[in-house]
């Protein structure tokens, strides 16, 4: 049996010294624990300058000459000769409408021309005839009389038949669509069987030279837009500066929008090549700007890492505007100050930095 009068001291100076180590790790520990390295950032300076903002649209690239064909009559679709991106000369048959009864008519009064005409020239020749038999005394000057006027009816049969023969040539060229001159096809929007009809759409063309570039712009933007107003163009990679040429005064009611042209010269673009509009609606100058990658967006508003004495301090801002790459600060920061930049997660209030790329601490 253990003896509780040595036990229990033999206990006590073992809890002690337990505490003691404890004490003793603890220190060691905290002055093995590395203070914290500072984070590197990119400093630039919030400085003045001017910024733009705008609106931007989806255009179209358009001839000067442009139009949408349709049928002058309601007949079925026969043929279409061409495809989008076609190029025509003037007066190239684009499609054609059915006119088998057109075809019909002609036939049957080609045959009455023929008979008429035959008809005339024996009643011309028997005409010609009855002139000496009358000078002969050989026949009456009634029986003249009477072949000269069946020659006259058969004459006038032969013109009236010409003429039917001429309108119905006429309703025949209305079968075909043409190219009312050099240019484009720009959409087929018909094919063979389709049901033509006056101002149904079967073909969208354009022709000339000079092209534009046409959009349309909602109501409430139309206040910013004039006629010489500048514009940036978009179109793949290209990007180029045109001017507004002109906006037509009819606004669309179901849309609230108005049909806007700018200029597109000395353009190598396609008609119905899709494009960017871009139209500037506001302009400042003379204001704070920092990159907008220097700007921390939360839920609870806008910051800015202000660097001083290589540390990041954080400053809530208010921001304004933004264009390329810039965002207005209409407060919470003064020209000069260092502003970080890059990845702002990696940061936090009063840490350590160092400042990389040239910057200023």
Do not use: W
């Not at 984070?39 to 300076?45: I, L």
């Not at 910024?51 to 002058?72: M, N, P, R």
């Not at 009477?146 to 006038?156: D, G």
Request: net charge negative; with cysteine.
């Amino acid at each position: 049996m253990i003896n509780k009068k040595i036990f229990i001291p033999m206990l006590i100076i073992l809890l002690i010294l337990a505490v003691g180590i404890g004490i003793l790790y603890n220190k060691t520990g905290a002055e093995d624990v590395s203070p914290e390295k500072p984070v590197p950032v990119e400093v630039v300076s919030v400085k003045k300058g001017a910024i733009e903002t705008g609106v931007a649209y989806s255009g179209t690239v358009q001839d000067e000459f442009s139009a949408v064909l349709s049928a002058k009559l309601s007949a079925e679709v026969r043929a279409v000769y061409v495809a989008e991106g076609d190029k025509v000369a003037e007066g190239t048959v684009l499609a054609e409408l059915d006119h088998r009864d057109l075809d019909l008519k002609l036939e049957t009064l080609g045959a009455k021309s023929d008979a008429a005409a035959v008809n005339a020239d024996y009643l011309g020749d028997m005409l010609e005839k009855y002139a000496l038999l009358l000078e002969e005394g050989a026949v009456s000057q009634q029986q003249h009389d009477e072949a000269e006027l069946k020659h006259r009816l058969a004459t006038a049969e032969v013109k009236t038949i010409e003429g039917n023969i001429k309108e119905v040539k006429a309703a025949l060229d209305s079968h075909y669509i043409k190219a009312p001159r050099d240019g484009i096809v720009t959409g087929v929007l018909a094919e063979q069987g389709d049901m033509a009809m006056p101002g149904k759409a079967l073909i969208s063309f354009s022709g000339g030279e000079t092209k534009k570039i046409v959009t349309s712009v909602v109501q409430e933007d139309l206040q910013y837009i004039k006629e010489g107003s500048p514009a940036a163009v978009a179109c793949n990679r290209e990007k180029f500066e045109t001017k507004v040429s002109r906006i037509l005064p009819e606004v669309d009611p179901a849309t609230s929008t108005a049909v806007v042209e700018l200029f597109c010269e000395d353009r190598d673009l396609v008609p119905g090549t899709a494009v960017e509009v871009s139209f500037i609606t506001h302009s400042k100058d003379n204001i704070l700007l920092v990159p907008s990658e220097a700007v921390l967006n939360t839920p609870e508003g806008s910051f800015v890492y202000v660097v001083e004495k290589n540390t990041a301090i954080l400053a809530p801002v208010i921001v304004g505007a933004e264009d390329k790459g810039f965002t207005e600060v209409v407060s919470g920061l003064k020209e000069g100050q260092g502003a970080a930049c890059g990845d702002l997660n990696l940061l936090k209030d009063n840490c350590s930095v160092y400042v990389v790329g040239g910057g200023t601490s």
